[in-house]
C-alpha cells in the first residue's frame, strides 16, 4: 500500500507497486490511437461521454436521486510538519490503541522498550495499522448496525515497520540470516488482523478499548485459515499443512479492508510476496507453466524475502515461507505456500471462535480491498477490487445467490452463500470515457487449456492466477489501484491511482515497464521537490470514478472520469488540472471512504509532497460521473475530467505526524466519533536517531518515547456530527 520508503519494502526485490505485468495488453494510450484523436475528445468525445452517463436511473446501488445535503462546517487544517495529529478548531483526539497495547486486563503495559514477548503478541495490537472497520455490538452480542455507544473495531495489521519498535534493539540478521528466532516469532504475531470491543463513557463521544472483552481477539501470520470456493481442495493450494488444500495458516500484509452487508469483516492479502523466499535453480524442478505463474507475481526463483523469516531455522514455522521444491510432491513441502495468499479474507468478529475464511472466488492478487455495493433485496451482492501495483488491473465480484436481508448476522455461514460462488470481472477502460467487465470464467473469452498465454487447467487455475487471465482477456493496465469507495448516494465508484514515477514523456519511447501518458492516466510532468530533487511522471496522482450502466452493480457496461487530480496548488494549471488551492492541495490518494451521508474522506501515503506538509486527510462532497468537461493535461494528452474542487467540496481535515501514512476510516453510525489510523510515524528514523515520538508526542512534545502506529478516535469537543 504505502509509497514511502519503508525500510523492509525497499528491501524486496519486488518493491510495492512494481510491475510484473509484461503482457502485450494494450495499456489506454494505445487505445486512444486507434479510438480518439485529441481533436475528437475536445470536440465531441465530452458529449457522448456526458449522455452516456447522465441519462440513467439511481435505482439499484444508490437508492434515492437526491444527494444528501452536506456541507463542510470546520475550517481547513494548514500544511504542517509537526509530529502530532493536527485536527480543526472545536475538534479533540485520543489515542484507542497502538503497537504492543495489550487487549487483556492481565498482560502488561507497553514498555516501550521492546521486552513484550512473541506469545504475548497473541493478545497485544499489532505492527502497522491499516484499514478498519467498526460493527456496532448489540446487548444480545449481535450484529447492530445502528448502535453507536458500543461496538467491535477491526483493523489491519498489514506489516512490522521500521524502525522496529517492538524488538529491543531492532532486528537481528547476520549475513542475510536472522539469528533471533523469537524476533520472527514476535513479527508473526504481529501481522493480521486485531478485533476489539469498544465502549463510549458515561458522557461524551469519546471510546476507549473494553479490555478482557470475550470479543477480543489476534488473528495472525500462524492463525489457521480454511478456504472457501472453486480452489478449496485443488492441487494448487495443496501443502505439508494441508495435503488436501482445505486450509492454510495465517494472514499477511493486510492492507485495505472490507465489510460485508451480513456484518462480517473483510482483509485484504496485498503485498504478500514480501513474505516468502523462493530458491535458487527451482525453475528446474517447477513446469513451464508453474514457472509462468510464479514469475508474474514476482516469485522468481533465488528471491529472498524481505522479512527473512525462511532463514530463521528448520523448525516448521519458518520453513514454510520458502515457495521451494523439497520434497516429492507438494502435500510434503511448501512449493505451493504462495499460492495460500493474496486472497480475501472473511472474518466473524462476533465468534471468537470462528476459522478465517479465504475466499478463492474472488481471484487472488495484491489486494487492497474489497468494497461492496449496497444490497438489494433480490439481487446480486457485489464487491469492487484493485490490485495494487504498477500496470496491474481492476475487478469485481458479483455474487450467484441473490441477496436477502434475513442473512444479516448469519456470519460464516452467510459468507459461504455469497462469496464461495459467483463471477469474477476485470476492467477495460476504453478511451471515449466508456468501459467494460470482462468474465474471467474458466472456458469463456479464451480462458482454457489452449490458452497462448496460460493454459487454464480449471476455474481455480483461472483464479489462482487472476492476473493472467486479465493478461489473456486484454484487461487494461492501470496505475497502481488503490482504495476504492461506494457512493450510497448513487452508486458511482471511486478509486485512487496513487502516483506513478515511470510514467515518461509522450514523445519519448518507454522501456521496461515505463508508459507513455492515456486519457485515464494523462499527466507527465516534472517537480522539484525540496529545490533540489526532480520528480517525473506523475508524482501527485489522482482519483478515477465511473457508474455502471443503468446504475446495476452487476453491469456488463460502465462509463468513467477523473474526479480529482492531486496537485500543490502552486502548480501549472495543466498539472493542477482540478483547480486545487491551499485549502485542499495534497498529493498521492491512498486511503478512501464514504461515510453513509455520502461525504467522502481522502487519504493521503505520500512522498512527493513531504517536503511541504505530512500526510493528511481531506473530507470531499463529490458531484458525480460527467460534472465536468474535456482538458488538456501537461505534455498534451487529452482526458476527461470532473468538476474543479472549491473550498465548499474538498477541505483539508487533518495533518498527521512526521513520516507517517494517515490510512483507514471508519465512523459510528451516529457520525459522532470518527476513528482513522496513522500507520508508521517516523519510518526514515532509527531506534538511536529517532525522527518521531508520537503518539507520546501528541500531549508531550518533549517526548522520546519510540514511535508506534496507532488507531486514533476524533470527536468534537461539542459532541456534535463529524464535518457537518
Known amino acids: ?103 487483556t486486563s492481565t498482560d502488561a503495559a507497553w514498555a516501550d522498550n521492546g521486552s513484550e514477548s512473541a506469545d504475548s503478541y497473541n493478545n497485544r495490537i499489532g505492527d502497522g495499522h491499516d484499514g478498519m472497520h467498526y460493527f456496532g455490538l448489540s446487548d444480545a452480542g449481535a450484529f447492530d448496525a445502528n448502535r453507536s455507544d458500543r461496538g467491535l473495531i477491526c483493523v489491519n495489521h498489514e506489516y512490522v515497520v521500521g524502525p522496529y519498535a517492538l524488538h529491543p534493539s531492532g532486528r537481528t540478521v547476520v549475513n542475510n540470516v536472522r539469528t533471533v528466532p523469537a524476533e520472527v516469532d514476535k513479527e508473526i504475531n504481529a501481522h493480521g488482523v486485531s478485533v476489539a470491543e469498544i465502549k463510549r463513557g458515561a458522557s461524551g463521544t469519546a471510546m476507549s478499548m473494553v479490555k478482557g472483552s470475550r470479543y477480543n481477539r489476534r488473528i495472525t501470520s500462524a492463525t489457521p485459515m480454511a478456504f472457501s470456493g472453486p480452489a478449496r481442495g485443488n492441487a494448487l493450494v495443496s501443502t505439508k499443512y494441508s495435503a488436501d488444500g482445505t486450509m492454510t495458516r495465517g494472514t499477511n500484509n493486510n492492507c485495505g479492508n472490507g465489510y460485508t452487508p451480513w456484518g462480517t469483516y473483510l482483509t485484504c492479502e496485498e503485498n504478500f510476496t514480501n513474505v516468502i523466499g523462493r530458491a535458487a535453480g527451482d525453475n528446474a524442478l517447477r513446469s513451464a507453466k508453474e514457472v509462468t505463474g510464479l514469475n508474474r507475481y514476482g516469485m522468481t526463483q533465488g528471491r529472498r524475502s524481505p522479512y527473512m523469516w525462511e532463514t530463521a531455522g528448520a523448525d516448521d514455522l519458518y520453513v514454510r515461507w520458502s515457495a521451494s521444491v523439497t520434497g516429492a510432491n507438494a502435500g510434503v513441502d511448501y512449493r505451493n505456500i504462495f499460492n495460500t495468499f493474496g486472497w480475501i479474507v472473511e472474518i466473524d468478529p ?81 478511451a471515449d470515457g ?211 474542487a472549491t473550498p465548499a467540496t474538498v477541505r483539508r481535515f487533518l495533518v498527521g505526524p512526521k513520516e507517517c501514512e494517515i490510512t483507514g476510516t471508519a465512523m459510528t453510525p451516529d457520525r459522532k466519533t470518527m ?24 500531549t508531550d512534545a518533549t517526548a522520546t518515547k519510540r514511535p508506534r502506529s496507532a488507531t486514533v478516535v476524533i470527536t468534537r469537543t461539542d459532541g456534535g456530527q463529524i464535518a457537518i
Not at 489510523?677 to 519510518?683: C, D, I, L, R, T
Request: charged share 20%; proline share 6%; hydrophobic share 40%.
Open 1 to 103: 500500500m504505502s509509497m514511502t520508503p519503508h525500510a523492509l519494502e525497499t528491501a524486496s526485490p519486488l518493491n510495492d507497486g512494481d510491475s510484473t505485468n509484461t503482457s502485450a495488453n494494450p495499456h489506454i494510450d494505445d487505445l486512444i490511437a486507434v479510438r480518439m484523436s485529441r481533436r475528437g475528445v475536445l470536440k465531441g468525445g465530452i458529449a457522448v461521454t456526458a449522455s452516456t452517463l447522465l441519462g440513467t436511473s439511481l435505482s439499484a446501488c444508490g437508492g434515492s436521486t437526491d444527494d444528501a445535503p452536506l456541507a463542510l462546517n470546520f475550517d481547513a487544517v494548514a500544511k504542517n510538519k509537526n509530529d502530532l495529529v493536527t485536527v480543526p478548531a472545536g475538534y479533540q483526539i485520543s489515542v484507542l490503541h497502538a503497537l504492543g497495547d495489550p487487549l
Open 350 to 430: 462476533f465468534d471468537p471462535a470462528s476459522t478465517p475464511l479465504k475466499h478463492t472466488a474472488l481471484g487472488r492478487f495484491a489486494h487492497e480491498g474489497c468494497w461492496p455495493c449496497k444490497a438489494v433485496a433480490g439481487k446480486p451482492v457485489v464487491f469492487y477490487m484493485g490490485d495494487d501495483s504498477r500496470n496491474e488491473y481492476i475487478y469485481k465480484f458479483v455474487s450467484k445467490a441473490l441477496w436477502d436481508a434475513a442473512d444479516v448476522g448469519k456470519g460464516h455461514t452467510a459468507g459461504q452463500k455469497y462469496m464461495s460462488e459467483g463471477t469474477l470481472y476485470v476492467a477495460r477502460f476504453n
Open 675 to 698: 476513528f482513522i489510523n496513522v500507520q508508521h510515524p517516523g519510518e526514515d528514523g532509527s531506534l538511536a536517531a529517532p525522527t518521531s515520538a508520537w503518539p507520546a508526542s501528541q
Open 434 to 644: 466508456s468501459g467494460n467487465w470482462i468474465e474471467l470464467t474458466h472456458g469463456k473469452n479464451g480462458l482454457d487449456a489452449a490458452n497462448a498465454i496460460y493454459p487454464f487447467a480449471d476455474q481455480a487455475d483461472v483464479l489462482v492466477h487472476a492476473r493472467l487471465a486479465g493478461d489473456a482477456v486484454g484487461a487494461t493496465k492501470m496505475d497502481r489501484p488503490e482504495w476504492g469507495a461506494v457512493n450510497p448516494i448513487n452508486g458511482e465508484v471511486y478509486m485512487t491511482l496513487t502516483n506513478n514515477s515511470n510514467r515518461v514523456s509522450p514523445s519519448a519511447t518507454p522501456t521496461g515497464s515505463q508508459l507513455k501518458p492515456d486519457t485515464a492516466n494523462p499527466r507527465y510532468y516534472e517537480d522539484i521537490k525540496g529545490g533540489t530533487t526532480t520528480q517525473k511522471g506523475n508524482p501527485n496522482g489522482h482519483i478515477i470514478r465511473w457508474r455502471e450502466a443503468g446504475n446495476d452493480p452487476a453491469a456488463a457496461t460502465f462509463a468513467w472520469d477523473i474526479y480529482l487530480f492531486a496537485a500543490e496548488a502552486g502548480a501549472a494549471a495543466d498539472v493542477n488540472l482540478s483547480g486545487l488551492t491551499d485549502v485542499n492541495d495534497f498529493s498521492s490518494p491512498d486511503g478512501l471512504w464514504f461515510d453513509r451521508n455520502g461525504m467522502l474522506w481522502i487519504q493521503t501515503d505520500d512522498g512527493a509532497y513531504t517536503d511541504v506538509t505530512n500526510c493528511m486527510m481531506l473530507a470531499a462532497i463529490p458531484g458525480k460521473v460527467g460534472d465536468g468537461s474535456a482538458a488538456v493535461a501537461a505534455g498534451g494528452t487529452p482526458t476527461i475530467k470532473g468538476a474543479n
